[in-house]
């Protein structure tokens, strides 16, 4: 029973991942950003027009309403995006990504990519990177259904 698989896989997925946040946040204090502050910008920066609706935003990094808020409110101080009201729905806000915070992300970007290179991809044949993103897809799918709210891609 303790030498189970299953417990092994978790284990190990726990493992990278906690040395790989450790990694990514050192470099994005470099920067002055928290992960969850890098995260929000790096979504905004991947989404149609530079951004989402508050509600998405929220889903996609698993942040409660006040959690994303408060985030966003930071984020809107520092001058990297704005709120602006949804023209499709009046009760609904958008977080816009600033030209700010696209400077910010670019800054941030390209020493996010090397470490993510060293630390992983660069781990990895490309056959084992493909299927990894396919379980992990997978796996983020069960666990987290909202975590590609307000966008077409997966």
């Known amino acids: 029973m303790f030498s189970d698989p299953r417990i092994t896989a978790v284990g190990l997925f726990t493992e990278a991942f906690t ?3 450790a990694k990514f946040s050192a470099q994005f204090a470099e920067h002055n950003l928290a992960m969850a502050e890098f995260e929000v910008l790096l979504r905004l920066s991947r989404s149609p027009g530079g951004e989402l ?3 998405d ?3 996609q990094t ?3 309403t006040s959690g994303i808020t408060r985030l966003v409110d930071r984020l809107e101080r520092s001058g990297l995006l704005c709120r602006r009201a949804c023209p499709s729905d009046r009760r609904g ?3 816009t990504l600033t030209e700010a915070g696209r400077q910010r992300i670019a800054e941030v970007l390209p020493g996010h990519i090397a470490l993510i290179e060293e630390w992983f991809s660069g781990l990895l044949e ?3 990177l ?3 993103l396919s379980a992990l897809r997978k796996v983020r799918d069960a666990v987290r259904p909202g975590a ?3 966008t077409n891609k997966g």
């Open 19 to 21: 040395g790989l946040s």
């Open 53 to 55: 609706r508050m509600s």
């Open 57 to 59: 935003l929220a889903a």
């Open 62 to 64: 698993s942040l409660t």
């Open 93 to 95: 806000l958008l977080a």
């Open 126 to 128: 490309p056959a084992e």
């Open 130 to 132: 493909e299927a990894m």
């Open 148 to 150: 590609t709210a307000g």
